[in-house]
């Protein structure tokens, strides 16, 4: 496993620098290109593509996202994606570049397929079948006639987190996330409140007190956790929607003098680079980035070489990966 070290070595940053970085320090004066160098390289640690001589491919693909990069400082979850997509088109020397949102018609008539990555409403769709290329759509799935895709089983991945925590004692369980909100404005819920909300309901321990809906960085962890510790119905454990939320549900707890794991157990989402640093380290769905990168590109390549007018869709199985930020419930 990579160390903090070997990420300062590589980032060309201090390893003081690196811990702050990676903990959502807020105080941190660095700027927004030291510390997405610094995820970057996180998650290019994270697994190992074996080095491989290929011919320098004939495709040109461009890479789309619904996402700005600022955004993706905040949850590196897509931050993580791209990654992924890019070292396996390296890795299969295809030429690649992003997409802006106004781009010149004459770049694009140079591509051979698109890679999408978010979500994305109509409007999108049709700006992207608007491009006239063959494209994988990577996280959701919202033209399946027209456009392969690579999607998480986000029933699956929920209920894996949440049988775990009953497992261990828990009925108490709240839950938060956030409204998934694109560079274009538009909003989707969260299909892990979806889940969480019928799943407890199957199980006779869901509890409307314990569910939190802001935003998806530390601050919103930060807040939402306090405000459900100081409530009236208090969980024994929470479920939140990603790891950077996790961030300041530890910041949270420790200042109102709640210990992690002993007094409340926290499950996160993502398993981003960060989540073995946090202290204690924290368990955690850990979703498959790389498989999808690797899944995606294929899957373009596929259709540029058979030239398939039929769509696929491939889910990708979760896992999830049990560290020491959740406990067994004292009785």
């Known amino acids: ?20 970085v990676l903990n959502y320090d807020d105080t941190l004066n660095v700027s927004p290109e030291t510390r997405r160098r610094v995820f970057e390289t996180a998650e290019d640690l994270s697994y190992v593509v074996a080095p491989k001589k290929k011919k320098k491919s004939k495709w040109r693909v461009g890479i789309y996202d ?7 400082l905040v949850d590196t ?7 992924a997509l890019e ?43 608007g491009f006239g290329k063959p494209g994988v759509i990577v996280d959701s799935n919202p033209d399946p006639q027209y456009f392969d895709s690579v999607i998480i089983d986000f029933n699956s991945a929920t209920r894996k987190a949440l049988d775990y925590l009953i497992g261990l004692g828990h ?23 979806d889940v969480f909300e019928r799943y407890l309901k ?41 790891d950077t939320i996790a961030v300041g ?20 989402f993502n398993d981003v680079a960060t989540a073995k640093y946090m202290m204690p380290p ?14 995606a590109v294929d899957l373009l390549i596929d259709r540029l070489t058979s030239k398939r007018e039929v769509s696929k869709k491939i889910t990708i199985d979760t896992k999830l990966i049990v560290r020491e930020s959740a406990a067994e419930l004292k009785k």
């Open 1 to 20: 496993m990579a160390t903090i070290k070997d990420i300062a070595k590589l980032a060309n940053v201090s390893i003081t620098t690196v811990s702050r």
């Open 66 to 72: 619904s996402f700005s990069m600022e955004e993706e």
């Open 77 to 83: 979850y897509y931050l993580s994606i791209r990654v």
């Open 87 to 129: 070292k396996q088109l390296m890795e299969k020397r295809i030429e690649f570049y992003r997409i802006e949102e106004e781009e010149n018609k004459d770049v694009l008539k140079k591509l051979d397929g698109i890679l999408a990555l978010g979500t994305f409403k109509q409007k999108d769709i049709e700006k992207l079948r």
């Open 171 to 193: 009925e108490f369980i709240g839950f938060i996330g956030g409204v998934e909100t694109d560079m274009y404005g538009n909003r989707f819920k969260d299909l892990r409140q």
């Open 202 to 242: 199957e199980k006779n321990i869901f509890n409307e007190e314990l569910v939190k809906i802001g935003g998806y960085d530390p601050k919103d962890g930060y807040t939402n956790l306090r405000e459900m510790l100081t409530g009236d119905v208090k969980p024994t454990a929470v479920f939140v929607a990603n």
């Open 249 to 268: 549900c530890y910041k949270a707890a420790s200042e109102l003098g709640v210990k992690i794991p002993e007094d409340l157990s926290i499950v996160g």
């Open 282 to 295: 924290l368990t955690t769905v850990k979703l498959y980035t790389e498989i999808m990168g690797e899944t």
